[in-house]
C-alpha cells in the first residue's frame, strides 16, 4: 500500500521564498504542500485548519515573530517544525534558541537564487522526509522530564580531584557526536559537566554561522570553557571545542599534544563536520585514552567512529533510545557493536565523569607533570 503524502505547511514572509519552496517541494512525489503563510498568525491558523504532518518556519517575521509562533504550535499542536534561518548573526541566535524551545531542525537559507533552490529542491525534502511521523508530543515529555530529573542529578556528577586527575585529563581526550536534537541535548549535557575533565571535541551537525553561536551559548552556562574550534587550537583540560560548521575537524599529534585541524574538504558520511572524521582521528592520537559520546541524531555518522573508538582500546557511550530526540546515529553504532554501554541523557555526565576515572596511565604523572603515552 502507497504512503500518504506528506502533507507540508510553508510560513514565510517572503512571497519569494514561499513560491520557491513550493515550487521546488511540489516536485517530489512523496510531498504535498498543505498550505502556506505570510506570517505567525495566519500560520497558526493554518495549522488548526490543515493539520500539516510538518512545518518551515521562519523566525525573522512581523507581528508575531518565529519564536513566539513556535511556542504556540508546539502549545496548539506538536507538529515538527523545520526551522529555516537566514546565516546572520542575529538569525543563528534565533534558531539555537528555536531548537532549545522544541524546533527538531533547521535550514540555513542561504543569499542568492541557485543557493536556495540547492537548499530548498534537495536539503529541505530530506528533512522533511526526516521529521514526518516524530511524536513531537512525546520529545517535548521527556525534555520537561529531564529538566525536573537534573536538579536532583546535579550532585551526582560533582567529583574531588585526586592525585591522578592531571595526568587523566591531560592524556585523554572525550570525543562527542550529535545531529537532530543536539542542541538541547548538549545544553543539558554541559549544564551538568564540571572540572577536571579532559579536552572534549564536539561535532554537532550544524551551518556556518551557527555553531559559533551555539559555542558562546553553551560556555555561557557550562563550566567548562566552550569555543568553536580553530585550525591550530592545542586541546586542553576543561576546555570544548565545536566543530566549525561546513569544514572537517580531525585532532592530530604535535610533539606531546593534541592539536585541531580544520580544514575544507569532501562531505563524509554525508556530513561536514563529520562525526566520523573526528572520532577516528581522535582514536589515532588517544588510543586507549579516548572516550567516545555518541548522541541523539538523523542517520548513520559516527558509527564507524564509535568502532574505530574501540578498536583502539578506548570507550563508547551512547545515548539510550527513550532519552534520545531521534535515536538513529546512536541507534547504528550501538546495533554495529560500536557502543560499550548507553545511558539516558540525565545520566550521561556522570558515566562520562565515572569513565575519565577509569582512564589508564594515571601512575605515569610524576611531581604533577605527565608522560603521555600514545600521543
Request: one cysteine or more; a neutral charge.
Amino acid at each position: 500500500m502507497a504512503r500518504k503524502p506528506i502533507r507540508v505547511l510553508v510560513i514565510d514572509d517572503s512571497r519569494l521564498v514561499r513560491e520557491l519552496i513550493v515550487d521546488l517541494l511540489s516536485s517530489h512525489s512523496d510531498l504535498t504542500i498543505a498550505g502556506t503563510a505570510g506570517d505567525g498568525d495566519e500560520g497558526l491558523r493554518a495549522l488548526v485548519e490543515l493539520q500539516p504532518d510538518v512545518l518551515t518556519l521562519d523566525l525573522q517575521m512581523p507581528r508575531r515573530d518565529g519564536l513566539a509562533t513556535l511556542d504556540a504550535i508546539l502549545e496548539r499542536r506538536p507538529t515538527p517544525v523545520i526551522v529555516v534561518s537566514s546565516l546572520t548573526q542575529r538569525s543563528a541566535e534565533s534558531a539555537v534558541e528555536a531548537l532549545e524551545r522544541g524546533a527538531m531542525d533547521y535550514l540555513a537559507k542561504p543569499e542568492g537564487l541557485a543557493a536556495m533552490r540547492l537548499a530548498f529542491g534537495e536539503e529541505l525534502p530530506a528533512k522533511i522526509r526526516n521529521m514526518a511521523g516524530i511524536d513531537v508530543g512525546h520529545v517535548l515529555h521527556v525534555r520537561k522530564a529531564r529538566q525536573q530529573r537534573r536538579a536532583a542529578m546535579a550532585t551526582a556528577v560533582a567529583r574531588k580531584s585526586d592525585e591522578g586527575s592531571i595526568a587523566r585529563n591531560a592524556a585523554g581526550c572525550i570525543a562527542i557526536g550529535v545531529s537532530t536534537g543536539g542542541p538541547p541535548a548538549l545544553t543539558r549535557l554541559f549544564q551538568s559537566l564540571e572540572p577536571p575533565l579532559p579536552p572534549i571535541v564536539v561535532v554537532q551537525h550544524m551551518p556556518e554561522t551557527f555553531t559559533s553561536t551555539f559555542a558562546k551559548r553553551l560556555d555561557g552556562l557550562s563550566k567548562l570553557t566552550v569555543k568553536e574550534a580553530a585550525d591550530g587550537d592545542v586541546l586542553q583540560p576543561n576546555c570544548v571545542y565545536v566543530a566549525p560548521g561546513g569544514k572537517q575537524l580531525a585532532v592530530r599529534r604535535r610533539g606531546e599534544s593534541g592539536v585541531i585541524e580544520v580544514r575544507d574538504g569532501e562531505y563524509v558520511s554525508g556530513h561536514k563536520p563529520s562525526v566520523d572524521v573526528m572520532m577516528r582521528s581522535v582514536s589515532m592520537i588517544y588510543g586507549n585514552r579516548a572516550i567516545g559520546v555518541i548522541m541523539t541524531g538523523m542517520g548513520r555518522d559516527g558509527a564507524d567512529g564509535c568502532r574505530a573508538i574501540r578498536d583502539g582500546g578506548g570507550f563508547v557511550l551512547g545515548q539510550d533510545e527513550e532519552s534520545s530526540d531521534v535515536y538513529g546515529m546512536n541507534k547504528v553504532a550501538w546495533t554495529e557493536g560500536g557502543v560499550d554501554l548507553q545511558v539516558p541523557l540525565e545520566r550521561l555526565s556522570e558515566a562520562i565523569v565515572v569513565r575519565v576515572g577509569q582512564l589508564p596511565g594515571h601512575r605515569r604523572a610524576v611531581a604533577g607533570q605527565l608522560t603521555p603515552v600514545g600521543l
